[in-house]
């Protein structure tokens, strides 16, 4: 167990919908980071937070957006989902803002699938 | 920009021999730092060891180690004695040093490992 988790494990929803997927950060992490895993394009970054504040972009569409609460939960919303948007979606922390030596830990994902 | 190269689709290896897993990145930054996570089929993604580009000594923690060969920019793991739960897909991981102002990781394909008894 990594100490951090995620909100619902498995969501199905229809096309043109709109999901929240919830994340807690391990104690005393700042950074929340989200990741997509697909079969077509693997585990992809898309947005990273720091202690509220947004800090990187990825690939991530303008559909999706993030926050991250003064409690350092983030939430990530999903809206007009299409057939692509089914996948894997991670959320990690880490100690830090970032930097190379600054090891991420993950949460079990959340499975959406869009029917 | 930064990439992680996973030659090795799928591999099979017997219970308790060794396995070597490939990881090749392509980087022009000095300041790095490797990871490797297994993610079982149950999906969750799991730290298991990381190496720092200005580490002189390769990196160990428990039955993994790592290969580092900075010059060849390679970044191989090493399971010893494997266990029919290390069959997994094991993902090679880099994360640059932008001043500390950022860190996501940037993920290879995978590689599936297969244990058989």
């Known amino acids: 167990d990594s100490g951090v988790t995620q909100t619902p494990k498995h969501l199905i929803t229809a096309t043109g919908q709109r999901v929240t997927l919830r994340c807690s950060p391990r104690?005393?992490?700042?950074?929340v980071y989200w990741y997509q895993q697909s079969l077509d394009q693997g585990l992809q970054f898309l947005i990273q937070?720091?202690?509220?504040?947004?800090?990187a972009k990825g690939n991530i569409l303008e559909r999706f957006s993030a926050q991250q609460f003064p409690d350092l939960h983030s939430e990530l919303n999903l809206s007009s989902l299409e057939l692509g948007d089914s996948a894997l979606y991670f959320c990690a922390s880490s100690i830090q803002a970032g930097g190379s030596t600054d090891t991420q830990y993950f949460g079990p994902g959340t499975r959406l699938t869009v029917l | 920009a930064q990439k992680i190269t996973q030659t090795q689709p799928g591999m099979f290896v017997q219970e308790k021999e060794a396995v070597t897993l490939d990881c090749t990145y392509d980087?022009?930054?000095?300041?790095?730092?490797l990871f490797w996570y297994k993610q079982p089929s149950s999906g969750e993604m799991i730290f298991l060891i990381y190496q720092g580009s200005y580490d002189e000594q390769n990196a160990t923690e428990g039955r993994y180690s790592l290969n580092f060969q900075k010059a060849r920019k390679s970044a191989n793991l090493v399971i010893s004695a494997s266990q029919l739960g290390d069959s997994a897909m094991y993902f090679c991981a880099i994360k640059m040093n932008y001043g500390g102002s950022q860190g996501n990781l940037i993920f290879g394909k995978g590689t599936k490992l297969s244990v058989k008894p």
């Open positions: 104690s005393g992490d700042l950074s």
């Open positions: 937070y720091y202690n509220g504040e947004e800090r």
């Open positions: 980087t022009s930054d000095q300041s790095y730092g």
